[in-house]
T-cell receptor
Framework: DSGVTQTPKHLITATGQRVTLRCSPR?????VYWYQQSLDQGLQFLIQ???????AKGNILERFSAQQFPDLHSELNLSSLELGDSALYFC????????????FGPGTRLTVT | AQRVTQPEKLLSVFKGAPVELKCNYS??????LFWYVQYSRQRLQLLLR??SRESIKGFTADLNKGETSFHLKKPFAQEEDSAMYYC?????????????FGGGTRVLVKP
């Protein structure tokens, strides 16, 4: 167990809705990363936060946003959901902003119907 | 731009046979390369990283900068090696250290 937790495990919602995915990093880790894994796009980096601040941005849609709170947990908000947003969303954490070793959570499977 | 290519989507081998998973990358600087493994219904786990040059579970990988490759090898595959394997690259630290993943290779080790 890498210590990274994600809730919920599964989420089923309808198009047009908004959902929030939550991630708690390993104890002591300051950086949180979000990745999306889908059948057609594979594993893609969305965004990184370090100690509450956005550090790097990947292919994250404008309908998606994230934040990291003072207790270091992070939330990924997905709005105006489309069928194509159905995917597995992973959170990962690392010790600091430049550590290459990332530890992954179990993921949240989002199904948009 | 960073890019990782894993040309094989599926590799099927018999137990005890050698297995080699190919990974090629494109990056203009000096990358950090990794192999991650995802067993059925489990989270992604770091298998090895090129900088540590260690062998984990019998797997090794050598970074070949000339060929821009980081192939993963194991001389004798075991059934428990059946999993999804992802090659990943991380680049310039100042730009954040996101991982760029390849498409993954599913390894099936048959008894």
């Amino acid at each position: 167990d890498s210590g990274v937790t994600q809730t919920p495990k599964h989420l089923i919602t309808a198009t047009g809705q908004r959902v929030t995915l939550r991630c708690s990093p390993r104890s002591g880790d300051l950086s949180v990363y979000w990745y999306q894994q889908s059948l057609d796009q594979g594993l893609q980096f969305l965004i990184q936060y370090y100690n509450g601040e956005e550090r790097a941005k990947g292919n994250i849609l404008e309908r998606f946003s994230a934040q990291q709170f003072p207790d270091l947990h992070s939330e990924l908000n997905l709005s105006s959901l489309e069928l194509g947003d159905s995917a597995l969303y992973f959170c990962a954490s690392s010790v600091d902003r430049s550590s290459y070793e990332q530890y992954f959570g179990p993921g949240t499977r989002l199904t948009v119907t | 731009a960073q890019r990782v290519t894993q040309p094989e989507k599926l590799l099927s081998v018999f137990k005890g046979a050698p297995v080699e998973l190919k990974c090629n990358y494109s990056y203009s600087g000096s990358p950090e390369l990794f192999w991650y493994v995802q067993y059925s219904r489990q989270r992604l786990q770091l298998l090895l990283r090129h900088i540590s040059r260690e062998s984990i579970k019998g797997f090794t990988a050598d970074l070949n900068k000339g060929e821009t490759s980081f192939h993963l090898k194991k001389p004798f595959a075991q059934e428990e090696d059946s999993a999804m394997y992802y090659c990943a690259l991380s680049g310039f630290k100042a730009a954040g250290n996101k991982l760029t993943f390849g498409g993954g290779t599913r390894v099936l080790v048959k008894p």
